[in-house]
């Protein structure tokens, strides 16, 4: 079995958010940048958990992105991926970057498809619909449980007040989140052995970009907490109705 993995790189979740170009660019100075939790913790490692119990099995791993991204796919080879392409192109809306793994993804005849339910800075939940779509491969989303027994994968998912568990032949490309497997660290037999496994690095196919960004904003700044004695209740009372809002 073939298994593709999409990685993303994302700022680790302790960076300081700053904008530059008039708030339409994410300044990127002296930012951390990790693999996107769900790609890592979860899709990568779920792949990693299938190849154990079937050593035939083979991971690649796809990127796009720019040459600052390539620590961050040698990180998931050091983790169990076998080889990894970086498709040379600063990602600019998730259309253009699904656009570009699903143009990967047709050439090499994969039987699972894996992705994070979403990225840590974007929150978009998109990619893996836009790859199934092109690749008209089902699509399950929000897995929390992942089986395959042979050509059929079951697969739990969260919906909207409870769980849904899903039946479906493979090809499939499967969003992960929580549940489907557990975080995991490199060892150092790992970290050597990424050195030396193949990151082929290709040229985008020609896509279009859907959308734009017109300017990012920061939250507002948190305001100051108020004590109120416990033998003021009036006093809570007064600043929930007129502070607060709360009716």
């Given at each position: 079995m073939k298994i593709l993995v999409c990685i993303s790189k994302t700022p680790d979740t302790t960076a300081k958010i700053a904008f530059?170009?008039?708030?339409?660019k994410f300044a990127e100075a002296g930012v951390q940048w990790i693999i996107n939790p769900y790609d890592e913790w979860y899709a990568l490692v779920r792949a990693?958990?299938?190849k154990e119990k079937?050593?035939?099995t083979i991971i690649h791993l796809v990127t796009v992105g720019g040459t600052d991204a390539e620590p961050i796919i040698r990180k998931a080879l050091?983790?169990?991926g076998d080889e990894a392409v970086r498709v040379n192109l600063q990602?600019?809306?998730s259309y253009t970057t699904a656009s570009q793994i699903a143009a990967v993804a047709k050439g090499g005849q994969y039987d699972l498809v894996l992705v994070g339910k979403e990225t840590i800075d974007y929150n978009g939940s998109s990619v893996g619909g836009i790859i199934a779509e092109q690749m008209d491969f089902p699509y399950v989303a929000l897995a929390t449980k992942f089986e395959l027994n042979g050509s059929k994968a079951t697969?739990?998912?969260e919906i909207e007040g409870g769980e849904e568990t899903c039946e479906v032949n493979l090809p499939v490309v499967v969003s992960c989140q929580k549940g489907v497997a557990e975080a995991r660290i490199p060892n150092m037999r790992g970290i050597m052995a990424a050195r030396t496994k193949p990151l082929k690095v290709i040229e985008p196919a020609s896509t279009d970009q859907l959308t734009t960004v017109v300017n990012f904003e920061l939250p507002a700044p948190k305001a100051g907490v108020k004590l109120v004695p416990?033998?003021?209740?009036?006093?809570?009372?007064r600043l929930l109705h007129e502070e607060a809002r709360i009716i």
């Open positions: 530059t170009d008039n708030n339409t990693i958990e299938l079937d050593a035939a050091a983790l169990g990602p600019t809306d697969i739990n998912r416990a033998d003021q209740p009036e006093e809570l009372i």
